[in-house]
């Protein structure tokens, strides 16, 4: 059993930044792939970033590409999600995921485990 806990969202100004934080209990962390999706109301839940278990790979939607940054620290058991040049479209609630087999970081049904999310409002 995995628990994540999100924190660092918060409200910002359209071009601010923000970094969120995903802790993880998992003793086995570095396995892990760990991902961020968003979630808009009355929206589907949707992908973000992701990174492989000792942080070679990155994945990114095209709408975060070159303004946000994800990263992980195996050493603190956590993963983070660097965010600049918010736009007021990037409000959601943002979830940190996890799971050791996962064939398309893209897809939310591949992660078993998930953080209770952290709001991100960017106000215009």
């Known amino acids: 059993q995995v628990q994540l806990v999100e924190s660092g969202g918060g409200l910002v100004q359209a071009g601010g930044s923000l970094r969120l934080s995903c802790a993880a209990s998992?003793?086995?962390?570095?396995?892990?792939?760990m991902g961020w999706f968003r979630q808009a109301p009355g929206k589907e839940r949707d992908f973000v970033a992701a990174i492989r278990y000792r942080g070679g790979t990155t994945y990114y939607a095209d709408s975060v590409k070159g303004r946000f940054t994800i990263s992980r620290d195996n050493a603190k058991n956590t993963v983070n999600l660097q965010m600049n040049s918010l736009k007021p479209e990037d409000t959601a609630v943002y979830y940190c995921?996890?799971?050791?087999?996962?064939?398309?970081?893209?897809?939310?049904?591949?992660?078993?485990?998930w953080g209770q999310g952290t709001q991100v409002t960017v106000s215009s």
């Open positions: 995921a996890a799971d050791q087999v996962v064939a398309d970081p893209k897809i939310p049904a591949e992660y078993d485990y």
């Open positions: 998992a003793r086995t962390f570095s396995l892990y792939l």
